[in-house]
Structures are given as C-alpha cells and as structure tokens.
C-alpha cells in the first residue's frame, strides 16, 4: 500500500447522522466546510492530528471570530452571538475532523466562556468575553501540580489573604500554551488542609500570567515541540476582582469546567483525521478483505456512539448540570478509542521506509503517535477516571 494517494473522507461518510438535521444546522455545516476547503486550498495550514492541544494559530483564530465561529454560545451582550449549544457543536467537529489549528482559542472558547457566564463577575465577564469570542484572548487551565498526577485535591500552591487580594505561592505544570495564553485559573488552596475534607478550603483565581512574580519554563516534548509548560509563582498578588467564584468553593467549580474538558468531541476526533485518511489509503489500495472491513467498521460504530454521547452531555451542560459521571466515561472510553485508531492505521497501511516521503497519511500518523501517550493522561488518568464511573455506579 505503500504510496497510495491521501483523500480526506468527508465527516457523513464515515458517520452518517441518524436523523436529518435542521436546515439551518446542514446550512452552517456546508459554511464550515467552505470555508476550511478555501483555507487549505490557499495552503494557510494543513491538517494535523491532535490539532487542539498542538495546532497554535492566532490568526486562524481570529479569522473564525470574524465569521462568528468562536463564543458563539456567549450572549450578544458580552460580545458574543448568542447561538445554541448544537450550532457551536457543528462548527467544532468539523474543525476537528478537517484537522484545522484550533489551539490557541480552545480552552477559552471550551470552558473558559461558559465558566465566566456561570460563576464570574460582570466586571470579569467584560474584561474577557468578548476578547475570547473575537480570537484574541487566549487562556490555560492551572491544574495540575508537581507530585499530584490526577489528585486535584492534593494541591500545594496557596493563596494567602493580604490587603486588597491575595498572594499566590506554588507551582502548576502540563499547562498547555502557557507561554502563549493572557489568562489562566488557577486551583489554589486559600485555607488549611483537612484531612476530613480534602475538597474543603479550595479556591480559584483567574491569574493574568503577566503580573510580577510569574515564570513560566517550557517543558518541551522529545520531538522539540513546546506545548507544555511549568508555571511557578513567587508571592503574584492577585486582586480581589479576580477572585473567580466563591472563596472555599473551587472543587464544586472545577467539577463543573472538567465536564466540559472531558465530554467535547477533542476525546474521540483528535485522531479522527488519521482515521479519515486511513479509510483514503484503504480506497486506493483496491479491494479490502473481510477483517479489515470489520475493523473499520467497528471503529466507525463506536465513532458514532461516542459521539451522540458528547451531545447528550453537551445539552445537560447547557441546562446547568454537572454530568461528573456521564463526561468521565466518554473521556475514558474516547482516549482508548483514540490510541485503537492509531493502532489500525499502523497495521493497516504499510507506509514503507521512509514515512517522510509518503505524503499526508504518513505524516497524520506520525503526529498521532507522538501525541498518543498523552490521550489517556490529559484531563486525568483512565485509572482515576474508571474510579469516578464506579463511585457512581456505587461499586466503591
């Protein structure tokens, strides 16, 4: 198969939708679609795998905040337009399946708007919002810390009451686009450790990462790529303005942010692109035998099943739910999903020896398997997901 030609199947004709959408949905999908042929026509990017955590453009950003295409669930008040849940979920899946970089707006746009609507302030909502809906305004998630893995209840960084704020001690780490981002919020510990109670006395604080007292030091990957980052605070004063939330109710806040980290289709379609070309290289390559078959197949199911997941999450979150359980299970079972894509397309194709010189599938490929050891660690592990999905069932 070596040297087969590289064609990106279209979305629908892996996963065809089970009911007809409304005509303004297929509309603003058709848009979409023009839209990213002309960009990858004009050569402005070219598809990749993982493009949400590795795919950094701003000016691509900034170009679908023109078209309305960022906060597009924010109210028009706060500068964004005002559309619902199912029409931004259009706009993001294509994105992702046409492997488009949508890095540098991601965390803002996933959860950073709809937590500012829910728990911000008003002044907090108009210093950042609209920013965020035109791709302007970039933002991280300081979560993790050293020594913690997936235990947020651990966390070490404090957050002291001095006049007028509070000074920020600690350390945060893995924090994606850090030294790109504006903002991120931060989970602190602003009162004493209770053994009782570990998710007591936890707070957040959106920290704007060019205040004094900041560094942030690259934590670079073995391929060179930065994405990853260590962020260290010395005695930063954050202003009370930017207190997010309650004082003392950071893991309920949390809670809710991982829902929407968790449940989005970047779980499943991050190597969804590898699996588009792989069906490509398979066309091209003839006939297919039975076994192969199957395992496309039973990749599309689960595609499909994965997907009508997110979107039943998706309206819960919308109507002020907290769906912990249902976004740990399309986290878990999307990242294993993910790593089984990348399996297929190696043993699948054979894209002889030397990759680099095979083009487009050779090339997804190669992304997906550099990015794949992350898929069951970001967001948190399978294991302590595993662990949320039987608390929830009542088996522990």
Do not use: C
Request: charge should be negative.
């Amino acid at each position: 198969m070596a040297g087969a030609s590289t064609t990106l199947t279209r979305l629908p004709e892996l996963v065809p939708e089970p009911v007809e959408l409304p005509g303004h949905l297929a509309e603003l999908r058709t848009q979409v679609r023009s839209f990213l042929d002309a960009e990858r026509a004009a050569g402005a990017w070219t598809p990749r795998a993982d493009v949400w955590l590795s795919g950094w453009d701003e000016a691509f950003s900034k170009r679908l905040g023109e078209r309305g295409w960022l906060g597009m669930t924010i109210p028009t008040e706060y500068g964004g337009h005002g559309r619902s849940p199912l029409e931004r979920y259009v706009v993001t899946e294509e994105l992702l399946a046409a492997g488009a970089p949508v890095a540098a707006h991601w965390v803002a746009d996933r959860q950073i708007g709809p937590s500012l609507l829910r728990h911000g302030t008003e002044e907090q909502r108009r210093a950042f919002l609209p920013g965020i809906a035109r791709g302007e305004v970039y933002f991280g998630i300081g979560m993790s810390e050293p020594d913690s893995g997936s235990d947020l209840a651990s966390v070490r960084t404090r957050a002291e009451r001095v006049d007028g704020g509070w000074e920020l001690t600690g350390t945060k780490v893995w924090t994606s686009g850090a030294h790109h981002a504006h903002a991120f919020f931060a989970l602190v510990r602003t009162a004493p450790k209770d053994d009782a109670n570990r998710h007591a006395g936890l707070s957040q604080l959106l920290v704007e990462l060019d205040r004094p007292g900041i560094e942030i030091r690259p934590i670079p990957l073995l391929t060179g790529a930065h994405h990853f980052n260590e962020v260290r605070f010395d005695r930063v004063f954050i202003p009370d303005e930017r207190v997010f939330g309650e004082i003392g109710n950071g893991w309920a806040q949390v809670t809710g942010e991982l829902a929407f980290e968790r449940s989005g289709p970047e779980r499943f379609l991050s190597t969804y692109p590898l699996l588009s070309a792989l069906v490509g290289e398979l066309r091209a390559a003839g006939p297919v035998d039975p076994g192969t078959r199957r395992r496309i197949g039973s990749l599309v199911a689960r595609l499909w099943t994965l997907r009508s997941m997110s979107l039943a999450i998706a309206g819960a979150l919308e109507s002020g739910e907290a769906p912990e359980l249902a976004a740990a299970l399309v986290k878990d079972l999307g990242t294993r999903y993910e790593n089984e894509i990348v399996d297929a397309a190696r043993l699948l194709v054979d894209i002889g020896p030397d990759p680099a010189a095979e083009g487009g599938f050779a090339r997804l490929l190669a992304d997906a398997v550099l990015h794949a050891p992350g898929f069951t660690l970001r967001g948190g592990t399978n294991e302590v997901l595993r662990g949320i999905v039987a608390r929830g069932m009542g088996l522990r």
